[in-house]
């Protein structure tokens, strides 16, 4: 579990950390140099979930490493889907990471909202629904592995 105090906001105790593939830690199917290692380093302390339409056809080829549940639907649009499935995992306890226009009612559920900058670029829906903007996914991954540094972000 990941535990924030954030000052002048009630404490976020995090179990699931939900996260989009294409766009937000893959560009054109791949994943991004560093990511695989630090999606690893968070799954000893909660569990990872991919969620994903794949566009590519990649994803759990290009995941087999990464200690998650790798979900892929074929569905056209995944905005709802993914949205319940943030809320059945309990949304309260849950961080959504993502970019895109489908990942907007995921964002806006979820406990922690970060939305990433990436090669493929963000929504603008999506921006408006995050909590914290990161330029690349990395970023986001290292406010969740080093608290303080989410804490020092988010102060009121």
């Known amino acids: 579990m990941l535990r924030f105090t954030i000052p ?5 105790e995090i179990e699931h950390v939900v996260l989009d593939f294409n766009g937000t830690f893959a560009c054109d199917g ?3 140099p560093g990511v695989a290692e630090r999606l690893n380093a968070l799954a000893d302390r909660v569990a990872v979930h991919i969620f994903t339409a794949d566009t590519f056809g990649t994803a759990r080829e290009a995941c087999a490493g990464i200690r998650a549940k790798v979900v892929v639907t074929r569905q056209p649009v995944v905005g709802p889907e993914k949205e319940r ?3 059945e995992l309990g949304a309260g306890r849950t961080a959504a990471i993502g970019n895109g226009a489908n990942d907007v009612l995921m964002l ?4 922690l909202a970060i939305l990433v900058l990436g090669p493929e670029g963000a929504a603008v829906e999506a921006l408006l629904s995050a909590d914290v903007v990161v330029k690349e996914i990395n970023e986001g991954l290292d406010l969740l592995l080093n608290p303080k540094r989410l804490a020092a972000t988010l102060r009121r």
């Open 30 to 32: 791949r994943v991004l």
């Open 85 to 87: 499935y943030v809320a």
């Open 8 to 12: 002048g906001r009630e404490p976020l």
């Open 108 to 111: 806006r559920r979820a406990a």
